[in-house]
């Protein structure tokens, strides 16, 4: 979960998505910035852009910014590789029952 404007919003961290995008929904009364994007589901169906603004939120109180792209059809904030790359995140996935060898 993260946080707009003391909103609670679904946050996901998505780094097979070229760029970061927030649900319309979420945004309403932000002034949109004209975009140059085009976006694709997983399965190749175009996602409707209708602008990019620039945001500040927060996870677990921790400040953060992003520029996103605005979209209506989905319904919660996707962080992709712009996103993670430029904040420098590294993942790493390790499972607890694995035993070496």
């Not at 319309?24 to 009364?29: E, G, H, K, Q």
């Not at 602008?51 to 996707?78: C, K, Q, R, Y």
């Not at 590294?90 to 029952?97: A, N, P, Q, V, Y």
Request: hydrophobic content about 40%; charged content about 25%; overall charge negative.
């Amino acid at each position: 979960m993260a946080e707009i404007q003391g909103r609670p919003i679904h946050c996901l961290l998505d780094s097979e998505c070229d760029r970061s995008v927030i649900g319309w929904r979420c945004v309403r009364s932000a002034k949109l910035n004209p975009s140059t994007y085009e976006l694709f589901t997983a399965n190749k169906a175009p996602l409707r852009v209708i602008g990019d603004l620039d945001i500040a939120f927060t996870v677990d109180g921790h400040p953060m910014e992003a520029n996103i792209t605005v979209s209506p059809d989905i319904e919660e904030l996707l962080l992709g590789s712009d996103w993670l790359i430029g904040n420098l995140v590294s993942l790493e996935f390790r499972c607890r029952d694995h035993k070496d060898g």
